[in-house]
């Protein structure tokens, strides 16, 4: 008998265990258990992708472009700069990252390694993060600890801040070094508090002749486009044609007006349907 299938971003859920129980009496009680592990697993996944994906609504942030989305299920190797103003800027990241589980399955995030130390750490290595050595500790072994862990692997994402922090700071080389050792090319990932929205630009490659400053220019070119939630602490800046769009218009984690009205959308239904159904 056919298998029925619920399917969504990738994400699949098998059916119908009764009828293919019966069809085979000799599967054992520890398949039977598996089987409803499985599908218990995946429900729960389901659920969260679209509690998840509720909250981005909720607070005016977009889905992912479907164009985005395509584009990274089929990138296998990657170092990914992720500039960052705000501690925000982390858990809208998160948001994204539970809300497209396939896409970000391959998702190493390289965080502070004092989040390593406390009561947390089990819960960042559950999100695949990295730790990285300290910004004072410069030469501290991460570029080979990093490429010893991930050389054999056949598909990473190696999420990376240029700065090393959350201040107005320089980039610094480890991006580069990274995927020099590891062969692989480099994007760039941002969570535009203008547009609402993670952009997505990349590969870059770096030609061997070409100066590292010239290529860190190309990739900055495209970091420009991306508005903090605190410009006074990006780097690079923004360009001038999103600054005149923009005007005097504050990036704001939230879009207020939005927020106001979906709940009083959301209330509204709750309470028209205790008038209607009781």
């Known amino acids: 008998m056919n298998r029925r299938f619920i399917s969504m971003n990738g994400l699949k859920m098998n059916g119908n265990h009764v009828n293919h129980i019966k069809s085979k009496p000799s599967l054992s009680l520890s398949k039977i258990i598996g089987y409803v592990e499985e599908d218990i697993l995946i429900l729960i996944t389901l659920a969260s992708t679209y509690f998840f994906r509720f909250l981005l609504w909720l607070i005016g942030w977009k889905q992912m472009n479907p164009a985005i989305c395509e584009k990274a299920k089929v990138i296998e190797k990657a170092v990914v700069i992720f500039p960052h103003t705000s501690s925000w800027d982390f858990m809208v990241l998160i948001l994204y990252k539970f809300s497209n589980p396939v896409v970000f399955k391959d998702v190493y995030i390289v965080v502070k390694p004092q989040f390593f130390e406390g009561p947390l750490k089990g819960f960042f290595k559950y999100l695949k993060c990295i730790p990285a050595t300290k910004y004072e500790q410069k030469g501290g072994g991460f570029i080979k600890r990093t490429t010893d862990l ?17 201040i107005k700071t320089a980039w610094q080389s480890g991006y580069y070094r990274l995927s020099e050792q590891l062969k692989c090319p480099v994007y760039i990932v941002g969570t535009c508090y203008y547009r609402k929205e993670i952009m997505f630009f990349g590969p870059f490659n770096k030609n061997p002749l070409e100066p590292l400053l010239s290529f860190e220019n190309r990739i900055k070119e495209r970091a420009k486009l991306i508005v903090p939630l605190i410009p006074e602490n990006k780097f690079v800046g923004t360009s001038e044609s999103l600054l005149n769009k923009i005007k005097n218009k504050k990036p704001t984690l939230i879009n207020k007006k939005k927020v106001i009205f979906r709940v009083l959308v959301l209330v509204s239904m709750f309470v028209l349907k205790i008038l209607l159904f009781g």
């Open 150 to 166: 991930f050389k054999n692997k056949e598909r990473f994402h190696i999420m990376i801040s240029p700065e090393g922090r959350r």
